[in-house]
Nanobody, 128 residues
């Protein structure tokens, strides 16, 4: 069971950058696809980015393509979300999640239902 813990959120001006980290405790991280989701006030939680268990495939929401990059370091049991050219609409709580099954890649990773293990979230605020 993988337990994610996010960090790295904060307040940044529009056009700035942040890097979120998700440290995962427990067994199975290196076999699990990982995803990032976000929830803005008054909105549903939505997909941001995901990476397959072996790092060979990445998936991004259209709204963040070209600005955000997901990566993982299995030696550190950590997945990252590099966020550049931040916009006020990126303001949200960002959640890291681990796939409920091992060794997966594919389009299902853009859905929250693919994930069984969720962190508590980290706040990202982008000022205009």
């Amino acid at each position: 069971q993988v337990q994610p813990v996010e960090s790295g959120g904060g307040l940044v001006q529009a056009g700035g950058s942040l890097r979120l980290s998700c440290a995962a405790s427990g067994r199975g991280f290196s076999n699990a696809a990982m995803g990032w989701f976000r929830q803005a006030p008054g909105k549903e939680r939505g997909f941001v980015a995901a990476m397959s268990w072996n790092g060979n495939r990445t998936y991004y929401a259209d709204s963040v393509k070209g600005r955000f990059t997901i990566s993982r370091d299995n030696a550190k049991n950590t997945v990252y979300l590099q966020m550049n050219s931040l916009e006020p609409d990126d303001t949200a709580i960002y959640y890291c999640a681990a796939d409920r099954w091992a060794f997966r890649s594919g389009g299902m990773l853009v859905k929250a239902t693919a994930y069984a293990y969720w962190g508590q979230g980290t706040q990202v605020t982008v000022s205009s």
